[in-house]
C-alpha cells in the first residue's frame, strides 16, 4: 500500500498503475469511475482505497459504458475525473468519448493495452490500441493521446494528461501496457508544492452573458460548473455557442475548425518527446510504450559497438509530433520502428518522410520486444 502524496520528497517502489493513481491524485483527480479488467485492474482497486482518504469519490460501475458516462458527468459539475480500462473495455467506451469530444468535457481515459482482438491475450502486452485511440469513435474529432514507458512516466505523463484535459477542454487518452503497467520500479514522488497543476478556466462574466462554446484566440472556451449558476446545455448534437442544437454548415464548419485549432494552437505543449543519444546519431529508432526501454537498452549495446544510434520515444502519439519525427529521418541514413502490433505508428512516420530509409520490426505475439531483437536489428541496418 502506498502512501499519500505529501509536502515532503518521498521515494516508493510502485508499479506502473500504482504511479498512475498518485498522478491522478497528485493532478487533483477527485473522482474515479469504473470497471475492473486485466490488466488494468490495480489502478480500480488502489483507488478505491486512496479517493476517500483525499475527499474524493470511487464508483464501481456496470460496465464501461456507464463509466464514461459517470466522468463525464462529475467533470461537467466540475471534478476532475478518471476511468481507466483495457482493450475490450476500450471498445465499450468509444461511443461516449465521441460525447465528451463534442461536449469538450475534460477526462483522462487510461488504456493499459494487452493482446487482442476481442477477449484476446487478458494477460499478454501489445500496443495494437494506437488507431483505435485517435479514430475509435465516429466522426472527424481532435483528441490528445499520450503513452507511457515506464513507472516515472506514469506518474509523470498522468499529471500531463490532466493539465492538458483541463486547459484544452478535451478528453486525453493515456496508453500503457501490461509490461509497463505491472514493472515495479523506485521512484521519488516529488512534494505537491512542486508539481504543477492547471485548473480549466472558469468564465469571468455574469451568468446572463455566459456561452459555454463560444470562440476566442485561444479556440477553448470558459467552462464554468455545472450547478454553480451558470447555464449549460449540453448536447451530444451539433450546437451554437450556447450549447443549443443548431445544424447550419456555419456553425458546423466552425466547431470542427475550433476543435482542430485548440490543439493545433497548442502543439509546442502538446506534441512531447524524448531523446537518447540522438546528438551525433546516424541510425534512429523510433518508438513509444513499453518497447522503449528495450530501445534504450538496444542503443547502449549498438554504442558499444562502435554504432552510432540514437532513440526518439514518442509521449504524444496524437495530435503526432512531425517535426520531432521528420527531424530524426532527415538527420539519420535508417530508422527503426518497432512496435507490438502489426504496424500502425509506422505508417505515421512514413507519411512524414517518404524518402527516410524506414525500416519497421513487430512483434503481436503476446511477447516482448526485446532489446537483443532491437539490437540485432540495428546492426543489419
Request: proline fraction near 7%; charged fraction near 20%; hydrophobic fraction near 40%.
Amino acid at each position: 500500500m502506498t502512501k499519500p502524496v505529501t509536502d515532503t520528497e518521498q521515494k516508493y517502489l510502485l508499479q506502473g498503475n500504482e504511479a498512475i493513481v498518485e498522478g491522478a491524485l497528485a493532478a487533483g483527480c477527485r473522482f474515479y469511475a469504473g470497471y475492473p479488467i486485466t490488466p488494468s485492474s490495480e489502478i480500480a482497486e488502489l483507488m478505491s482505497v486512496k479517493l476517500p482518504t483525499v475527499g474524493g469519490t470511487f464508483i464501481q460501475m456496470e460496465d464501461e459504458i456507464a463509466s464514461m458516462g459517470a466522468i463525464v458527468g462529475a467533470s461537467l459539475a466540475g471534478v476532475k475525473s478518471l476511468t481507466a480500462t483495457s482493450g475490450p473495455g476500450f471498445s465499450l467506451m468509444q461511443e461516449n468519448l465521441g460525447y465528451a469530444s463534442m461536449t469538450e468535457v475534460p477526462i483522462v481515459v487510461v488504456n493499459v493495452m494487452r493482446g487482442g482482438p476481442s477477449t484476446g491475450l487478458p494477460t499478454s502486452p501489445a500496443q495494437a490500441d494506437v488507431m483505435q485511440a485517435r479514430w475509435g469513435t465516429h466522426g472527424d474529432h481532435a483528441i490528445i493521446v499520450l503513452a507511457v514507458s515506464s513507472v516515472a512516466d506514469s506518474y509523470e505523463i498522468t499529471i500531463q494528461a490532466f493539465n492538458l484535459a483541463e486547459k484544452y477542454r478535451t478528453p486525453v487518452i493515456l496508453l500503457s501496457d501490461e509490461i509497463v503497467g505491472h514493472t515495479r520500479e523506485a521512484i521519488t514522488l516529488p512534494p505537491n508544492k512542486d508539481i504543477p497543476i492547471f485548473n480549466r478556466i472558469k468564465p469571468s462574466v455574469p451568468p446572463e452573458w455566459y456561452l459555454p462554446y463560444e470562440d476566442n484566440s485561444r479556440g477553448v472556451p470558459p467552462m464554468a460548473d455545472i450547478g454553480s449558476g451558470y447555464r449549460h446545455h449540453v448536447t451530444g448534437l451539433m450546437h451554437d455557442a450556447k450549447g443549443f442544437p443548431n445544424f447550419s454548415p456555419e456553425v458546423a464548419g466552425g466547431f470542427l475548425k475550433r476543435q482542430y485549432r485548440k490543439l493545433a494552437n497548442g502543439a509546442d505543449e502538446i506534441q512531447m518527446t524524448k531523446q537518447f543519444m540522438m546528438d551525433d546519431a546516424e541510425i534512429a529508432i523510433i518508438t513509444y510504450g513499453a518497447v522503449s526501454r528495450s530501445a534504450i537498452r538496444a542503443v547502449r549495446m549498438a554504442r558499444e559497438q562502435g554504432i552510432k544510434a540514437g532513440f526518439l520515444q514518442l509521449v504524444t502519439l496524437w495530435p503526432f509530433p512531425k517535426k520531432a519525427v521528420d527531424a530524426v529521418c532527415r538527420k539519420c541514413r535508417a530508422v527503426l520502428v518497432p512496435e507490438m502490433n502489426m504496424g500502425q505508428m509506422v505508417r505515421e512516420v512514413r507519411a512524414v518522410n517518404q524518402t527516410a530509409t524506414l525500416k519497421q520490426l513487430n512483434r503481436f505475439d503476446g511477447k516482448f520486444i526485446t532489446p537483443q531483437i532491437l539490437f540485432r536489428k540495428l546492426m543489419s541496418l
